[in-house]
T-cell receptor, first 113, second 114 residues
Framework: DQQVKQNSPSLSVQEGRISILNCDYT??????FLWYKKYPAEGPTFLIS?????DKNEDGRFTVFLNKSAKHLSLHIVPSQPGDSAVYFC????????????FGKGTRLSVIA | GAGVSQSPSNKVTEKGKDVELRCDPI?????LYWYRQSLGQGLEFLIY????????KSGLPSDRFSAERTGGSVSTLTIQRTQQEDSAVYLC????????????FGEGSWLTVV
């Protein structure tokens, strides 16, 4: 039973346009959410996070939106660049307690020049 | 180094052999995780160490898998009698504390069982 779902295995976007990656979760105890980016043959790297007390967090070209009532979050990348091409993983955790992050299966983003 | 270090980076082993994968977490990080990613799959949680607490082993797929963390730092993941379905990249990550913080991954150990 997947607690974190990324329903789009892949996404293709033109350079300069907006990329929107979606993530849904089922566990209402989750209140801390993260996005990781993974290039081939490398470990995942932290990108951006959001706590449930916020509905938006922005860092440069990356913005994460959280809709708690819908148990949905999304990562927006604008403008998209070819170097953004990677697999993006959504992860979630209760803020307190010793529990591991639960990851989605990832979405492969391809930014076409 | 400043990051999470894993070794070996690549390992090819014959079916039935045992393998050991090593992880050096970021200095001062008390929490350590092992995940794996099989081809076409997401990140699968295996085991979690937090300080001196008993590890959370709930993600280990079978009793052929075990892990230990010596001295609260270096961790070794051992896979006994390897099977072809064990082929994956095994990722170690560390974190400063328990719950809700960012974890930092190593580059992974790529295991191929032939």
């Amino acid at each position: 039973d997947q607690q974190v779902k990324q329903n789009s295995p892949s996404l293709s976007v033109q350079e300069g346009r907006i990329s929107i990656l979606n993530c849904d979760y089922t566990n209402s105890m989750f209140d801390y959410f993260l996005w990781y980016k993974k290039y081939p043959a490398e470990g995942p790297t932290f990108l951006i996070s959001i706590s449930s007390i916020k509905d938006k967090n922005e860092d440069g070209r990356f913005t994460v939106f959280l809709n708690k009532s819908a148990k949905h979050l999304s990562l927006h990348i604008v403008p998209s660049q070819p170097g953004d091409s990677a697999v993006y993983f959504c992860a979630a955790s209760p803020h307190s307690g010793n529990t591991p992050l639960v990851f989605g299966k990832g979405t492969r983003l391809s930014v076409i020049a | 180094g400043a990051g999470v270090s894993q070794s070996p980076s690549n390992k090819v082993t014959e079916k039935g052999k045992d393998v050991e994968l090593r992880c050096d977490p970021i200095s001062g990080h008390t929490a350590l995780y092992w995940y794996r990613q099989s081809l076409g799959q997401g990140l699968e949680f295996l085991i979690y160490f937090q300080g001196n607490s008993a590890p959370d082993k709930s993600g280990l797929p079978s009793d052929r898998f075990s892990a230990e963390r010596t001295g609260g730092s270096v961790s070794t993941l051992t896979i006994q009698r390897t099977q072809q379905e064990d082929s994956a990249v095994y990722l170690c990550a560390s974190m400063t504390g328990g719950g809700g913080n960012t974890i930092y991954f190593g580059e992974g150990s790529w295991l191929t069982v032939v």
